[in-house]
T-cell receptor, first 111, second 113 residues
């Protein structure tokens, strides 16, 4: 059973606008959440993370929001750039150092 | 710069062959993982290891085995490759502890014909 879900397989956004990628999880024991970016034929690279004690974490153009009561997190990219076009994976970690990944959202930023 | 190195970027094998995928990390990480990525299915955990000589099954271990004889090296073995094992294989490592992130290798695209 998928414990981390990304319900949107794809998203298209105009360059300069905001991209919002969503992720839901079911296990309340998850205490650390991460976003990874993946280009074709490459391994995923770490983008940004958030601990369960926070509700927001910002790094440049990337912001992750966590809503624990809704078991929902989102990644905001502002402004979106063509180089942001990639597959984005949401991941959740438990205290046992196990990581659970969503199925990914393919973001296309249109110039 | 931290690194997880996978021995091959692309590999083509025949059905029934024994396949070895090698992964080495230079970060002295305790934890190592093997995932496979398939379109629409995301990253699925095959096996992981928290220490030398230790291994644990992930979500899809059938048809695979692993070996961790040294801390820095984690090998994935396909005992008898089948066409449904055609996939992108990703090795990753992490430190033991709270709020540690996974570092991935660049992946091996395996085609089984």
């Amino acid at each position: 059973d998928q414990q981390v879900k990304q319900n949107s397989p794809s998203l298209s956004v105009q360059e300069g606008r905001i991209s919002i990628l969503n992720c839901d999880y079911t296990n309340s024991m998850f205490d650390y959440f991460l976003w990874y970016k993946k280009y074709p034929a490459e391994g995923p690279t770490f983008l940004i993370s958030i601990s369960s004690i926070k509700d927001k974490n910002e790094d440049g153009r990337f912001t992750v929001f966590l809503n624990k009561s809704a078991k929902h997190l989102s990644l905001h990219i502002v402004p979106s750039q063509p180089g942001d076009s990639a597959v984005y994976f949401c991941a959740a970690a438990d205290t046992g150092n196990q990581f659970y990944f969503g199925t990914g959202t393919s973001l296309t930023v249109i110039p | 710069d931290v690194k997880v190195t996978q021995s091959s970027r692309y590999l083509v094998k025949r059905t029934g062959e024994k396949v070895f995928l090698e992964c080495v990390q230079d970060m002295d990480h305790e934890n190592m993982f093997w995932y496979r990525q398939d379109p629409g299915l995301g990253l699925r955990l095959i096996y992981f290891s928290y220490d030398v000589k230790m291994k644990e099954k992930g979500d899809i271990p059938e048809g695979y085995s692993v070996s961790r004889e040294k801390k820095e090296r984690f090998s994935l073995i396909l005992e008898s490759a089948s066409t449904n094992q055609t996939s992108m294989y990703l090795c990753a490592s992490s430190s033991r502890g709270l709020n540690e992130k996974l570092f991935f290798g660049s992946g091996t695209q395996l085609s089984v014909l």
